[in-house]
């Protein structure tokens, strides 16, 4: 189909702002007589606050005034995990105590150095097998697990199935979740291939480039809270409830956030947004608090590690038979996230598994805030699976990518427990693409050719994400001027989702681009809700919604036009700038001529009736705010059907230096399979990213802690090894099967979360393929592991340990 | 490749230039809030995107303290402030160093550029900002100001990289979101057009 905007690229209007300095970011604004927090942290993993004394503290001078979890919550914490603004009950070192208030910062550090805290320090745990073991130290305070609905708890292993697990045994101890579907017995009888290990996979930082300062003040009894998030309006509400404001009392200012990765998407992941808020509402100062690179090391978040067994089947012809996967899942010290469960649902959908049983146990450890991070789960488990899926295919003389495409998702297949229908599939396409242009047959021949210690390895990576939210609202006005204004509240993480999913509201009504507007960046600008840039969705679900309200203004503009101009609704039609009708173009009005009637009509025209009755509470604000302003379309967007997946393939070419355990990406060719494209540029720019994402998973990012005092030691870039220029090839291959998908009005699926899955399976599936085919069955694959392999020692690091020195 | 721009330059020059490898502990005295000590002189002068500004500095005050909490130039972002990130990159002199890691008092008598003094006053972007944007090279835009400063200062001491030229000189600027590839192409465009 051809379309005026959708697949064409674009400058968003926030770029110019990007490459000027002009765009602010939090920690950017200022107000007058602002003053400055600064929080005191845990010097503990895992502790109780006893005593806090800051009178020395608040009697000097410039100190204004002080905030504590006590304010906070006056009836005591919330007995959950998650991160509160504030705590006594610390279970990561760093998390934050207290703030204090300054005139300036420097007062406000001196301040806190005058305080006296008295904290109860409490056993700690740094890896989950250890807090599993009986005996073992649990992370939280009532246990070391958390149930849904039921509370804190602990979960015990003897010290026999500890160790069993640990020498790469099936754990024997029930599992907290599980599911399981088709006859797994039957597929290992029927295969010819077997594979059964252990696995870890390390959690680690987001390390987003901002660390999430944020300013607050309080003004006519509104509370402005300029911060950092994934979303205007899907955080909204629930900031406004952390903060204790009326929602239509909060004002949310965030313009461009400098990267979330999926910690800042939702507001339990930005609680300390509310520190500035609250003590400003206290002291009646606005009030600047600067967040720290350790600081947000801690408050951060971090991707669950995975310890699990695996155990899987191929027939002789290569088809997976069947999967069993029992993972230990790394929670982390303020509760976790759903890796394992998304792990396994990623492998159900990636290989068409044909009976899998999925088990796993979330333990907590006094290790950073574990959450949604880029693929949760999928991401890493390919990682684990692309090297096995080669064994597979040498052990049964199978070709890589046939196996491959043999397995792969298409049109009608099914994925997870409850067999949901893809809303469309297109990988064996995605497959071929991916090796023509990398050129496959060419290249295989190179693979574990050497060149002195010096040796190729070729690797083929799958991913995948389920992306696609809907329950969002719409939300766009026709100003009597003509020009067209679309409300979007995704967020402006980066991707330009924000102003590309808008653009398919210009699509609907055929205007210039030039002749809209993207009302976004701070929430009394009347924001509809909308899917948080997040978990992939944005591109399906805000086209939606979008695509939704143009409808509804193209209805009412039609209407207009033929109870004006006569005739019926069904004899008009559109050209970007006037209604007409078909069979005389001369009869018709402007756009800005329809706009105006509109307004004099009001009713359902202006927002002022006949609204959609399911409109979210935030969109229903935002109409209510801006009814009578403009010819208003609105839409809320139903439920979907299915599944609509992210699909991605990566072939890579490596040079592995068997003396440094160095490596070289010698071509990187990486494909999306995400139905029509939006934006090609932002696209390039999500592939191109992802990939820098999945080098870092499979080679280089780490978490480390001190196992003696928990002292965290990766808080920095340094430590953490995120991947630099010079870690990352200096072209990276793009393309896109481009296809549509029938459950989105443009065709459109998202991409951002299996753009790195991919790359971090081919990687690992390369490293594999340059030693021979040895698997390592983690992730990341360090240089030491490989020296050590390749020097025929065992590895210095415990196989299953997370969070430790490994690297 | 020309020896001005290698990372190992780039270093050495920060190290010269009066390093102050913050932490967060003493983040906030590098803030200028502190009172004067000695006798080192507060009120100098400094020259910003051409101009020759007075300002107060305390004697353990970072270039990018000073340029963003007294001179209100918030577009040099800090990312760290401890020398890993890149994000709070300026030209002293034409050569690209973390503010957060120079001491004001150093660059007294030397030339100090921020992102904001490359836009011509008409408007007109820098053909590096213009090559960016036609590039779309930033994501999330928080290292985007660093990136910009590390590619100006690259091609004018080498207007014409190789991609890996490039590549080596832009070492020194982290991008989370990953936009290695579309900063390339946008210094790669900046070279054809500047």
Known sequence: ????????????????????????????????????????????????????????????????????????????????????????EPTLIGEPILAIAAV????????????????????????????????????????????????????????????????????????????????????????????????????????????????????????????????????????????????????????ATGGGFGQRARAGSIPILAVPAKLSQKINRPVMMRVTREEEFTIGGARQGLQGWIKVGFKADGAMAAMDMYCVSDNGGKGGGGDANSAAGGVSALYQTEAMRFRNTSIGTNTGHRGAQRGPGENQIMAVLAPIMDKAAEDLGLDRLEIRKLNAAQNGDVSGPRSQPFTSAYMPEALEMGAAQFDWETKRSRSRQTDGSKVRGLGIGQGYHNAGRSGMDGLIRMLPNGRLQIHNGVGNLGTYSYASTSRAAAEVLKMDWANCDVITGRTDRHLPISSPQDGSNSIFTNTRTCYGAAQDMLGKMKEIAAADLGGDVADYDIDGSRVFQMADTSVGMTYAEVATRGLELGGKYTGEAELPEELNVVTALAVERLAGSALMGVYHDPRHNNNPPGFTVTFMEIELDKETGKFDILDLVTIAECGTVVHPQGLA??????????????????????????????SGYWQSKIPTYLDTPENIGTGWVDLPDPENPVGARGIGEPSMGAVSAALNAAISDALDGHLFNAAPVTADMIINHVAGISENSVPLAQNNFRG | MNPKTTRRRFIKGVIASGAAATTSTIWFAANGQDKPAGAVERMIRINVNGQVRTVDVAPQETLASTLRY??????????????????????????????????????????????????????????????????????????????????VGLLRSNPNPTREEARQGMAGNICRCGSYDSYLNGVMRAADIG
């Open chain 1, 104 to 255: 300036d910062e420097k007062t406000a550090e001196d301040a806190m150095m005058k305080i006296s805290l008295t904290i109860e320090r409490l056993p700690f745990a740094l890896d989950p097998l250890d807090s599993l073991v009986e005996g073992g130290p649990d992370a939280y305070n009532g246990g070391n697990t958390f149930v849904f609905r039921q509370g804190f708890a602990s979960e015990k292993w003897s010290s026999d199935q500890v160790a069993a697990f640990r020498s790469g045994s099936e754990p024997t101890a029930e599992a907290q979740q599980s599911w399981e579907y088709g006859d797994l017995a039957a597929g290992f009888a029927a295969s010819d291939f077997v594979y059964e290990t252990n696995f870890s996979t390390a959690g680690y930082p987001h390390m987003s480039m901002e660390p999430r300062s944020a300013m607050s003040y309080w003004e006519n009894g509104k509370c402005y809270l300029h911060g950092t998030s994934q979303s205007l309006t899907a955080v909204a509400e629930g900031l406004a409830g952390i903060v204790g404001v009326p929602l239509e009392d909060f004002v949310f200012v965030n313009e």
């Open chain 1, 685 to 714: 720019n999500q592939l191109r990213g992802g990939a820098v994402w999945g080098i870092g998973l499979s080679a280089y990012e780490r978490h480390l802690y001190d196992p003696q005092n928990g002292l965290p030691a990766s």
């Open chain 1, 1 to 88: 189909m051809a379309y005026m905007h959708i697949g064409k690229d674009f400058v968003p209007q926030d770029v110019p702002g990007k490459v000027t300095g002009r765009i602010k970011y939090s920690e950017d604004y200022a107000r007058d007589g602002m003053v400055y927090a600064r929080l005191l942290t845990s010097p503990v993993p895992h502790g109780r606050v006893v005593d806090i004394d800051a009178s020395e503290a608040l009697a000097m001078d410039g100190v204004i005034g002080i905030l504590t979890a006590d304010d906070v919550y006056p009836d005591g914490e919330p007995q959950s995990p998650g991160l509160k603004v504030l705590t006594n």
């Open chain 2, 70 to 151: 007294k001179l209100g130039l918030t577009g040099t972002k800090l990312g760290c402030n401890r020398g890993e990130c890149g994000a709070c990159t300026v030209l002293v002199d034409d050569v690209p160093s973390y503010a957060c890691s120079v001491l004001t008092h150093s660059v007294k008598n030397q030339v100090v550029e921020t992102v904001e003094g490359l836009e011509s006053a008409n408007g007109t972007l820098h053909p590096v900002q213009q090559a960016f944007v036609e590039e779309l090279s930033p994501q999330c835009g928080y290292c985007t100001p660093g990136q910009v400063m590390s590619a």
